[in-house]
């Protein structure tokens, strides 16, 4: 697995770690309960993915009970080269358009990333000044 998709996975654990501490959601299954000193402890998602959780449970305190997932790894696509329009294209918003971007401009080489586009993607993957980027939402 590429250093990019860790990077996510890492991100989305890190979400799902802080934003649910604290709450009562009837989560995953979990290994904690037969947990004894020195073995992991693990939440199993829909998927059939298990997520070991045995540093922020020791460190932090974070009872597996409270934690909740998403969709698991690789549920949402990526948007990967898309191909850009110009002002007067069909598809190009209008002047008055409140439409709202995320903008990127590498060595002149401008782009505008639909926000409504991102929310059902997340990521966009594109090569923006003869630079790879990923833009995220």
């Known amino acids: 697995m590429n250093t990019f998709y ?4 890492v991100g989305m654990l890190s979400t799902i770690m802080f934003c649910c501490h604290g709450k009562n959601t009837g989560g995953p299954d979990t290994g904690e309960e037969n947990n004894n000193a020195g073995e992991k402890i693990y939440i199993t998602d829909k998927t ?11 460190k932090y305190g974070f009872d597996t009970r409270n934690f909740q997932y998403g969709l698991g790894p690789f549920a949402i696509t990526p948007i990967n080269n898309p191909v850009m329009i110009s002002p007067g ?25 639909l926000i409504r586009t991102l929310s059902r993607h997340e990521v966009v993957n594109d090569r923006v000044g003869g630079k790879d980027v990923a833009v995220v939402y």
């Open 48 to 58: 059939g993915k298990k997520w070991d959780l045995t540093h922020a449970v020791e």
């Open 6 to 9: 860790r990077l996510i996975l």
């Open 89 to 113: 294209e069909p598809g190009y918003p209008a002047d008055n358009s409140t439409d709202a971007v995320i903008g990127l401009n590498i060595d002149g080489d401008a782009r505008a990333y």
